[in-house]
Every structure is written in C-alpha cells, then in structure tokens.
C-alpha cells in the first residue's frame, strides 16, 4: 500500500512533469498572443514558472526519490491546446492556473503532514504565485473581450 510519501512523491512528480509542460505551452500562447500586454504577461509568468520549477527540483532533492516516472495526462491535454484568439488564450491561461493551483495547495497539505517545513514553504510560494497568475489573467479578461468585440465589429 502506498504510504502518504509515496502519494506526496507522485503528486510532486506530476506537478513537475506538468509545470515543465505548462512552461513551454506559456512560450506557444505568449507567441500567439496579438494584445501585447497579454504577451508580456504570459512571457512573464512562463519565466515564474521556471523558479516554480527549480523549488520543487529542490523539494525533489530533499526526498531521496527520482523526480521522473509520472505524467500527468490532464496537464498534456492542456499543454496542447494553443487557442486561436487572445480571450480564449487567456481564459486558457486561467484554466492552467488554477489546476496548477490546486496541484499546490493539494502538495502543500501533503507537506505539512510528512513535517516538512521547508517543502511546505517552497510549495505554499508556487501556491500564492498561481493564485497571483490567475488573478493578472482575469484582471485582462474583460480588456481583450472589449478588443475582441471591436475587432468584430
Ligand atoms: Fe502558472
């Protein structure tokens, strides 16, 4: 039977498999993105991303367990998807977020329950910074929507 370890170590390992992803898929949306506040936004949380990256290869080398051997499907199937306009690009942005979000906090309470303090205070940052993401992006939703009605207009 799996031990809470086990179960924290897989869960890492997924976040990991799916922030390495959803770094590259920031770099596609950002390239698409035409508003160039929304490009800037994205190249900036995909450079987030690469810290977020860094601590948990750190919260890794703290576990004594190889870092590979999971994926995550539902972080591919997301990581694919490049949308064809700026408002589904960032409402796509949102989506990541807040599955990358609840990865976190989902990791966090696992932290904490195997007492490790500083695995739980690396996680609770990527935890707060996917919050802060989400937050930019839904701040530029009704921006790119008004762009989007003009353009059609
Ligand atoms: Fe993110």
Excluded: C, W
Excluded at 20 to 44: I, P, Q, V, Y
Excluded at 50 to 68: A, C, H, N, W
Excluded at 102 to 108: C, E, G
């Amino acid at each position: 039977m799996a031990t809470p370890r086990d179960t924290f170590v897989d869960a890492l390992r997924e976040s990991l498999h799916a922030a390495r992803k959803f770094e590259r898929a920031l770099t596609k949306m950002a390239e698409a993105a035409r508003n160039d506040k929304l490009r800037s936004r994205l190249f900036g949380h995909r450079d987030v991303t690469g810290r977020q990256i860094e601590r948990i290869e750190e919260v890794f080398g703290s576990t004594d367990r190889k870092p590979s051997g999971r994926t995550s499907p539902a972080a591919d199937a997301l990581a694919r998807e490049v949308p064809p306009s700026d408002l589904e690009i960032v409402l796509h942005a949102i989506k990541i977020e807040h599955f990358e979000l609840a990865a976190y906090k989902t990791l966090t309470k696992l932290a904490e329950g195997e007492k490790m303090r500083r695995a739980r205070s690396l996680l609770e940052k990527n935890a707060s910074e996917s919050a802060h993401a989400a937050n930019q992006f839904e701040l530029m939703v009704s921006e790119v929507e008004e762009e989007a009605s003009q353009a059609a207009s």
